[in-house]
């Protein structure tokens, strides 16, 4: 999956879509699965404390729930991209 991340971005006209591809490519070479875990949780905390909650009619709880599940990084290295679950 790193190498065909890797090949992605050669197609991508965005910058900001080639360094996607290089993350999610680095984060399958170099993560174990709990540095993964860590990450998850570490994303979904600072969404919470750093969103504007009073814009979006939520408060920080449900914004971290819903961060930590949208970012699921045990599925990579299975083949999966993240970004299409």
Do not use: Q, W
């Not at 979904?44 to 709880?61: T, Y």
């Not at 990084?73 to 993240?82: E, F, M, N, Q, S």
């Amino acid at each position: 999956m790193a190498a065909r991340r890797l090949a992605y971005r050669r197609e991508r006209h965005r910058i900001e879509d080639r360094l996607i591809d290089v993350l999610i490519a680095a984060e399958a070479l170099y993560l174990s699965p709990d540095a993964r875990t860590e990450l998850s949780y570490r994303l979904a905390l600072n969404a919470a404390m750093f969103c504007n909650v009073e814009s979006i009619s939520m408060d920080r709880n449900e914004v971290f729930e819903i961060m930590r599940n949208l970012y699921v990084p045990k599925l990579v290295g299975t083949g999966i991209p993240v970004g299409d679950v």
